[in-house]
C-alpha cells in the first residue's frame, strides 16, 4: 500500500492509460480524483474501484480550461480534499504532415496535450505544499525523441511536457518531485488500431508486443510513491525497448 493517507488527481481517467493510473493508485491506497470531460465513462471507472475498496470521486471537466481547474480547487476545498499525486496525461492531436494543420488543429493540440499540464500544475502546487511536497508525473511519448512523420504538433507538444517536467523539478525542489513517464505503443482506446496493426507493430519491438496500459501504471505507481524519492526533473522511457531498435 505504497499510496496510503495520499490523495491523487489523474487527468484524462475515464479510460486507457489514466484509468488504469487511478486503479492502480487506489489499490495501492490512495483516494483518486479522476478528471474527464466524459461523465459516464468516469463514474464506470470510478465504480470499479469501489467495488474494489477504493477510494474514487469523478470531477467531469475540459483540463485544457484554465477556469475549469480553479472550479476543481473550489469544489476540493470546500470538501477538504488534498493532492499529493497530479498525474498530467490528457492529449489531443491530428495526424497529418505538418504543414497540413490548421490554426485551430495546432491551438488544440497544445491546449490538451501541454497547456492542461501546466495549467494543472499550476492549480495543484498548493494543494501540495500544503501537504509538504508531492509528485508530479507527466506522461508523455516517444514522439517526442523520435518523431515518425505525421505525428507533427503532438511531437511538439510531448517535447513541452519533457521540459516542462524538469523546470517544475527545478522550481519546487525539495519538496515537490516532477518527472516525466514516456510511453511507447500501448493498447488503449486512443491507440485506434486494428488487432493485426498492433500484432505487427507489437513483432517489431524486443518486447515482441506492445505494451498493456496497465504496464504504464506501474512506472507511475513507482513515480508517485516514496520508492522513487531521489528521482526527479527526468525521464523513464517505457516503450517494450522501442527505443533501442
Ligand atoms: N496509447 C499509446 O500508444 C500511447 C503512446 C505514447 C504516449 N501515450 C500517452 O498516454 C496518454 C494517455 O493515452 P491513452 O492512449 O490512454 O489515451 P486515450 O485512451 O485516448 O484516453 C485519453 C484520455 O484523456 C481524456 N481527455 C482527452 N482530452 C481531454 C480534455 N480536453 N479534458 C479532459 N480529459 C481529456 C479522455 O477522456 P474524455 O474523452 O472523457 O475527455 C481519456 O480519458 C496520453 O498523454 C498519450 O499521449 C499513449
Given at each position: 500500500m505504497e499510496l496510503?493517507?495520499?490523495?491523487?488527481?489523474?487527468?484524462?481517467?475515464?479510460?486507457?492509460?489514466?484509468?488504469?493510473?487511478?486503479?492502480?493508485?487506489?489499490?495501492?491506497?490512495a483516494a483518486v480524483i479522476l478528471l474527464a470531460r466524459r461523465k459516464n465513462p468516469l463514474e464506470e471507472v470510478a465504480d470499479s474501484i469501489r467495488a474494489n475498496g477504493g477510494a474514487a470521486q469523478v470531477y467531469p471537466m475540459d483540463v485544457s480550461v484554465a477556469g475549469e481547474w480553479r472550479e476543481l480547487s473550489a469544489w476540493m476545498r470546500q470538501r477538504g480534499l488534498a493532492c499529493d499525486?497530479?498525474?498530467?496525461?490528457?492529449?489531443?492531436?491530428?495526424?497529418?504532415?505538418?504543414?497540413?494543420?490548421?490554426?485551430?488543429?495546432?491551438?488544440?493540440?497544445m491546449d490538451v496535450s501541454l497547456g492542461s499540464y501546466f495549467l494543472g500544475t499550476r492549480e495543484m502546487i498548493p494543494f501540495m505544499l500544503e501537504r509538504g511536497g508531492g509528485s508530479i508525473i507527466n506522461i508523455s511519448s516517444l514522439q517526442s525523441h523520435t518523431p515518425e512523420p505525421?505525428?507533427?504538433?503532438?511531437?511538439?507538444?510531448?517535447?513541452?511536457?519533457?521540459?516542462?517536467?524538469?523546470?517544475?523539478?527545478?522550481?519546487y525542489a525539495p519538496s515537490i518531485r516532477a518527472n516525466t513517464?514516456?510511453?511507447?505503443?500501448?493498447?488503449?482506446?486512443?491507440?485506434?488500431?486494428?488487432?493485426?496493426?498492433?500484432?505487427?507493430?507489437?513483432?517489431?519491438?524486443?518486447?515482441?508486443?506492445?505494451?498493456?496500459?496497465?504496464?504504464?501504471?506501474?512506472?507511475?505507481?513507482?513515480?508517485?510513491?516514496?520508492?522513487?524519492?531521489?528521482?526527479?526533473?527526468?525521464?523513464?522511457?517505457?516503450?517494450?525497448?522501442?527505443?533501442?531498435?
Open positions: 496510503i493517507d495520499k490523495c491523487a488527481v489523474v487527468a484524462g481517467a475515464s479510460q486507457g492509460i489514466g484509468a488504469e493510473i487511478a486503479r492502480l493508485f487506489a489499490k495501492a491506497g499525486v497530479l498525474v498530467n496525461n490528457a492529449y489531443w492531436r491530428r495526424l497529418v504532415p505538418i504543414g497540413e494543420l490548421t490554426d485551430e488543429d495546432w491551438r488544440q493540440t505525421n505525428f507533427g504538433a503532438y511531437a511538439v507538444a510531448k517535447g513541452g511536457v519533457d521540459v516542462l517536467s524538469k523546470v517544475i523539478a527545478r522550481d513517464l514516456v510511453a511507447g505503443a500501448v493498447d488503449t482506446p486512443g491507440f485506434a488500431e486494428g488487432e493485426e496493426v498492433k500484432r505487427e507493430l507489437g513483432r517489431r519491438l524486443p518486447a515482441g508486443r506492445i505494451g498493456y496500459a496497465s504496464e504504464i501504471a506501474e512506472t507511475a505507481l513507482f513515480l508517485a510513491s516514496s520508492r522513487s524519492s531521489f528521482v526527479t526533473g527526468t525521464e523513464i522511457i517505457v516503450d517494450g525497448g522501442r527505443s533501442i531498435t
